[in-house]
């Protein structure tokens, strides 16, 4: 592609980079400029424009948008290509956008050709409303660019779907610190802006329940709440928590999972607690709720109770841009849209990838996962392998020298996560790993990441082995009648999944699971190699 100024004289065949007024017509952006154009641009006073020649390998920008939109959509939303350049993304059902900010902003950094804005994430639309707009200013696009950003997106899910407001069974809990009249009347005015807030949410406010400001009584009654089948519980403080081990995050503490985000950057709103336990979602409203109106706290609320699974970097600070809402296509638009699609239709099973490159790679000698191979660190090279295949979404469990892993993962849309306590060994890595599997997911691939030559080929028919709807799964490779990882585990046995052993080939591996086994043969034993010790990172460097 060149893109440049040309005398209109030389300029038939070129691609325009902008609209261009000649009385009563007008050339659109990437118009290709006939013979009868140039003399019509002469005849206007015009004697240069900016423009491209299309060379082998470029597409156009409204084939560039169309294919980088349809990576963009899942379910219940739609989009249509302008002529100006511009992608719109609509809803086409009432419900609950679901989008998230990080991966908003990642997209925006991957480069100067795309731009990505959208609505709030998590907030309300209607059906035909603008949810997203996707733009570029260039007319010609060279397809490799292209192909770059569709392979960002490919670790992960789909960034934008709407999914429907269900009921939800919700309780209050009042934690009195004065037990006065005027502390009744703040705990009003905060339940009233909430149900305000959150009247279209379809929150069924069930029960009530009353206790001190103190940690066991609070403890006590999340715990009762919980018990009592509450699917989304709100804490009204009885005063505000202003650090980590106030009254509100140690009551909470002593019986939830996790409190995913201690904090937001809203002053005098900063204390919203969030957590969850056995599926229920535990939410400490920040104390000054009613008078500190805070559109982030309203936003980590809703991405909390449409949430089926959240860790802490959910709940990171937003970057994204936000449109204006309540716009919609014109009718003449909405004629053109062209469906997301749906998961449903699915025949083999939705399986996500695990990679655990938490390790120290000790026996090796050196930190093996960062050796160079093929002029990238050695665990990208599983990292790849799980984007390219049919695995979604990616997960690459980090854990030693976590920043310089992370750091080759910045422009990758796959998720990361780190696990503080990876010296406690490969299992905490895993168990991590599968609790953020969502749960559409029918399994998920457990993936060392020192597995230098392992192919997405070869993932697909390990997935292609796990019939989509059979409960227990669990598939493994197979060399000369020895297994070998990866793994793949359906969901129902998340709780004894594991990789295989490193002395597999001197005994029965998985015994207990033999009856739901599927092993997928390969004729290659490269397919399974792993570096454990230094004698292997020669072998692979002798062969590079």
């Known amino acids: 592609m060149q893109c440049r100024e040309y005398n209109v004289n030389q300029a038939a065949g070129v691609r325009i980079f902008n609209a261009v007024s000649l009385g009563d017509r007008l050339l659109p952006v990437g118009h290709v400029l006939t013979d009868e154009d140039v003399i019509a641009l002469k005849a206007a006073g015009i004697n240069r424009i900016f423009g491209a020649e299309m060379e082998s390998g470029d597409i156009t920008a409204p084939t560039a948008l169309g294919m980088i939109a349809a990576k963009l959509c899942g379910d219940g939303t739609a989009y249509i290509v302008s002529s100006e350049n511009l992608c719109r993304i609509v809803a086409d059902r009432d419900g609950i956008f679901m989008a998230s900010s990080d991966r908003l902003a990642k997209f925006n950094r991957l480069g100067d050709i795309f731009r990505l804005n959208s609505l709030e994430p998590y907030s309300l639309v209607k059906s035909g409303e603008i949810i997203a707009e996707l733009e570029t200013t260039y007319a010609v696009i060279e397809a490799a660019k292209t192909d770059e950003i569709i392979f960002s997106l490919s670790g992960n899910t789909e960034m934008f779907s709407v999914t429907d407001a269900i009921a939800r069974k919700t309780a209050l809990i009042y934690a009195d610190f004065y037990g006065n009249a005027a502390e009744t009347k703040h705990f009003t005015s905060n339940v009233r802006a909430l149900v305000k807030n959150f009247s279209a949410m379809n929150l069924d406010f069930k029960n009530e329940y009353n206790a001190r400001h103190e940690i066991e009584s609070l403890a006590d009654n999340i715990q009762r709440a919980v018990g009592d089948g509450n699917e989304v519980i709100f804490i009204l403080p009885g005063q505000r928590s202003s650090h980590p081990r106030d009254i509100v995050p140690a009551a909470m503490n002593r019986f ?235 969901k129902e046995l998340y709780g004894v999944a594991d990789i295989v052993p490193e002395n597999a080939h001197l005994r029965a591996v998985f015994v207990e699971h033999s009856d739901y086994t599927k092993e997928t043969k390969i004729k290659d034993a490269k397919l399974i190699a792993d570096v454990n010790f230094p004698s292997d990172i020669e072998k692979l460097l002798q062969k590079k």
């Not at 709103?269 to 009613?290: F, N, V």
């Not at 994204?320 to 296509?329: A, D, G, I, T």
Request: aromatic share 8%; proline share 5%; net charge negative.
């Open 256 to 490: 939830v999972d996790e409190i995913v985000n201690y904090d937001i950057p809203q002053v005098g709103a900063s204390d919203l607690l969030i957590a969850s336990k056995r599926g229920s979602k535990i939410i400490a409203l920040p104390y000054a709720y009613a008078e500190n109106s805070s559109a982030l706290a309203d936003m980590f609320i809703r991405q909390a109770i449409v949430s089926e699974k959240f860790n802490h970097f959910d709940f990171s600070h937003p970057q994204n841009v936000l449109l204006p809402e309540n716009r919609e296509l014109s009718e003449e638009e909405k004629g053109g849209l062209i469906g997301g699609g749906s998961s449903d239709s699915q025949e083999t099973a939705r399986v996500a990838a695990v990679i655990l490159a938490a390790g120290s790679g000790a026996r090796a000698g050196r930190n093996k996962l960062m050796l160079e191979v093929d002029s990238e660190p050695l665990f990208m090279k599983a990292v790849h392998a799980a984007i390219k295949s049919r695995a979604a979404p990616v997960f690459v469990v980090t854990g030693y020298n976590a920043p310089e892993l992370e750091n080759y993962l910045e422009n990758i849309d796959v998720n990361i996560i780190y696990n503080a306590n990876y010296h406690d060994g490969v299992k905490s890595s895993i168990n991590l790993g599968l609790k953020s599997v969502p749960g559409f997911c029918d399994g998920a691939l457990l993936i060392p990441a020192d597995m230098p030559n392992l192919t997405a080929e070869t993932l697909d028919k390990m997935i292609a082995a796990f019939p989509r709807g059979r409960k227990k799964h669990l598939g493994l490779l197979a060399y000369d009648g020895i297994k070998y990882n990866p793994s793949l585990w359906s």
